[in-house]
């Protein structure tokens, strides 16, 4: 829609978690940083949390590209699995072929017998999870014996857990003391400051192609951080509905007034009192304004 005008070959603040734009600083640079080391050092549990938006999902998967060839990684999207579930689901990762109706105790073993065949080939087993913290206590329970697969010498299967904060509530509870005891590095993301956020938006949209002086003006990244509180989920948000506010209205540039317009129709976005900005807003002006640009862009 925008992309010419602004002169962009992809747009730059989609909500897809894509590896290409991941930000390599601040926070997440560190939590980066903290998985890889805690990989090497090959100990029990990894836990990093953050509030939703904050970019859980799109460091797994950075973290899931970087490592090397000398780690095997099983990822499970979507934790919420009872035991038995989870075994199963862990064991098609780990490339293990076994009948709908096998045993548990069968399934363990093919599992046990996997996991030392890759230890033994030299390589390392990382189980990543992401939104852990929807797993049921009696699964995280399973997760923390399967840990207990070990060589005299290292655990044959690291566990990388992503959740949000609920996960830190649920691991306080004395019954899961035992797996609270296993994690041995863990992180938690933050928001993006409001000087992290303006180099963030310039990032985003210079991987999207973008050349040239700012197309956000310092009062929109102000604007923008009120509105976001620093969650990249929401600054994604607003800043496509902005660009859109800009290009509809045929302005080369993002300014505080279209920031104004893409907050007024977000949800969970801090607002500002009624005042000047929340005339034409929402969803109906932008669309008006959508709908102008496309005459200015062709015409008539």
């Known amino acids: 829609m925008y992309l010419q005008h602004f002169g962009l070959r992809e747009a730059p603040f989609t909500l897809t978690p894509d590896t290409e734009f991941f930000f390599n600083h601040g926070s997440h640079q560190e939590a980066l940083n903290v998985l890889l080391v805690a990989l ?11 509030e939703v938006g ?9 973290l899931l ?12 999207p979507n934790p919420f699995l009872n035991p038995t579930a989870l075994r199963m689901a862990l064991a098609e990762e780990l490339g293990i072929a076994f009948a709908r109706n096998i045993g548990q105790h069968r399934l363990l073993k093919l599992i046990t017998e996997r996991l030392v065949e890759l230890s033994g080939a030299g390589k390392r087993v990382v189980l990543l999870l992401d939104e852990a913290q929807a797993m049921p206590d009696e699964s995280l329970e399973a997760l923390r014996l399967l840990t207990n697969l070990e060589t005299e010498k290292r655990k044959l299967m ?8 609920e996960l830190d509530s649920r691991l306080a509870r004395r019954s899961l003391r035992q797996l609270r005891q296993r994690i041995a590095f863990s992180y938690r993301l933050h928001p993006l400051s409001r000087r992290t956020l303006g180099e963030y938006v310039q990032h985003r949209l210079q991987v999207a192609g973008h050349q040239g002086p700012a197309l956000f003006s310092r009062a929109a990244i102000r604007r923008l951080h009120r509105g976001s509180r620093g969650i990249p989920r929401l600054v994604n948000l607003l800043c496509h509905k902005a660009l859109m506010a800009a290009y509809g209205a045929g302005d080369s540039r993002v300014g505080v007034t279209h920031v104004g317009r893409a907050a007024a129709d977000t949800e969970d976005v801090r607002q500002r009192k009624p005042g000047r900005l929340a005339l034409a807003s929402g969803l109906a002006g932008l669309i008006a304004l959508t709908s102008a640009g496309l005459i200015y862009a062709y015409g008539p």
């Open 54 to 62: 904050t970019g859980k999902t799109l460091l797994c998967r950075k």
């Open 158 to 165: 690291q566990v990388v857990l992503f959740g949000q904060p």
């Open 65 to 76: 590209n970087l490592v090397d060839d000398g780690f095997v990684t099983a990822y499970l």
């Open 40 to 50: 090497r050092a090959g100990e029990g549990f990894i836990k990093v949390t953050g």
